[in-house]
């Protein structure tokens, strides 16, 4: 069992770190505070090759594997979780399912310019009546000869309005249930299609989340993903990649937060010394760095097996639900060592308490995680 990075990855995290720092750290806080997202960081990211990082040369992407790619959301979220899912949604839930999915035509229409950047990607599944249960979802696609016509709401899309292309699941024949669903790609000036206002969230605010309205949209049969009926397997299946990332997010957060709390508790000075020297504090911060080295054990192994082309579902789900546990717990404490200040806008744990919650529940929440694994643990015990 290897444990070290390789010496590409060893680089390829330093490179990311020192963009985090000197690019996307400085005006963090600011665009949370005004819920602005800015594209230039987006572009900024696909001059780095980050973009497309666990996509092959082939199709434009740095052809680095998917550890890589868990590594550079780690990083970005450290110091700015709403880029960190940015780049995750775009990577995991949209590039992805198309490279899988998608046909010669498919890939060659869109690919590249999502691996180069100039196109952003969202992925709509979730609908207001169809959250966790996606199944039971309303929006239709009615076959129209060499057409599909679309109707209905999702909700809650990150990249919503920003992007260029969304990933719609639709059903096909609701008679059918986990087999009556498909996925559509649809292009942002669509006529038909129209994205609602943008949500005001408690955290990660310059990631942008809004609605989208389908009316009458008509989508050609080529612009179908995977066959149809093939909906709900193609959401899954990208979904297992997805918690790769959000839990490369979560670890990230929990990281920044932890990274920020340490230096202040080794400065901070209370009855004559540094407050790191309080047992207490002491017993804070290492319950916070042992929670945080087990989630990215467990979130970097996720990257190794789907390298590896392994099954990955249930250790994507154990990643994602203890790494987001770990990000909200670890932020919280942070805030305690902070105390008063921590409390305030005028330090970054504050920031990181509020978008850590977001990583408990989106993707699949925790709880639906906790039913995925036992799922697992079921199927297993039967086969062994
Ligand atoms: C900021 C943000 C960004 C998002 N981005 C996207 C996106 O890009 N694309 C997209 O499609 N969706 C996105 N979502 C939607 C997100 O994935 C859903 O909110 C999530 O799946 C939960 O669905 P719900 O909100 O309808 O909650 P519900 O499904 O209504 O769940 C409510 C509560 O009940 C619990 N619950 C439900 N069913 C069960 C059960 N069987 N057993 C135990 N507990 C259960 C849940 O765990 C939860 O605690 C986003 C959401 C947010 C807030």
Request: hydrophobic share 40%; net charge neutral.
């Amino acid at each position: 069992m290897e444990f070290s990075l390789t010496t590409e990855q060893q680089m390829m995290r330093k490179m990311i770190r020192d963009f985090a720092d000197t690019y996307v750290a400085p005006t963090a806080a600011e665009r949370d505070e005004q819920e602005r997202f800015d594209r230039q960081i987006f572009l900024e990211l696909s001059k780095l090759g980050l973009t497309g990082i666990p996509l092959p040369e082939a199709w434009g992407g740095a052809g680095a594997d998917f550890l890589s790619y868990v590594i550079a959301i780690e990083e970005l979220s450290k110091v700015c979780a709403s880029t960190g899912v940015t780049l995750s949604v775009h990577i995991s839930l949209v590039s992805w399912p198309l490279l899988q999915y998608g046909s010669e035509l498919q890939k060659k229409k869109y690919l590249n310019s999502l691996t180069a950047g100039q196109k952003l990607g969202a992925f709509a599944l979730t609908e207001p009546a169809a959250g966790s249960d996606v199944v039971h979802m309303k929006t239709t696609a009615e076959k129209k000869g060499q057409h599909y016509r679309l109707n209905g709401q999702k909700v809650f899309v990150t990249n919503g309005g920003e992007a260029d292309l969304y990933l719609i699941f639709a059903q096909t024949d609701s008679t059918k249930k986990h087999h009556g669903l498909s996925a559509f790609i649809v292009e942002a000036d669509t006529p038909g299609l129209t994205i609602g206002a943008g949500e005001k969230k408690l955290g990660i605010r310059s990631s942008p989340t809004t609605s989208l309205h389908l009316d009458q949209c008509m989508i050609p049969v080529s612009q179908r993903l995977g066959a149809e009926g093939e909906g709900f397997q193609i959401a899954m299946k990208t979904l297992d990649g997805g918690r790769m990332g959000i839990a490369a997010q979560a670890v990230g957060i929990a990281q920044g937060a932890f990274d920020y709390a340490l230096s202040y508790a080794c400065e901070r000075k209370q009855f004559g010394q540094p407050i790191v020297k309080h047992q207490s504090i002491q017993a804070k911060l290492a319950n916070m760095a042992i929670r945080i080295e087990a989630a990215r054990l467990l979130t970097y192994q996720v990257g190794w097996l789907k390298d590896q082309k392994l099954p990955h579902a249930k250790q994507a789900a154990m990643a994602k639900c203890f790494a987001a546990d770990t990000a909200v717990e670890v932020t919280t404490e942070a805030i305690q060592i902070l105390g008063g200040y921590g409390y305030t806008r005028e330090y970054p744990v504050e920031r990181m308490f509020r978008d850590a919650k977001i990583t408990q529940i989106y993707e699949g929440t925790n709880e639906i995680q906790r039913l995925v694994i036992a799922k697992h643990l079921q199927k297993e015990r039967k086969q062994s």
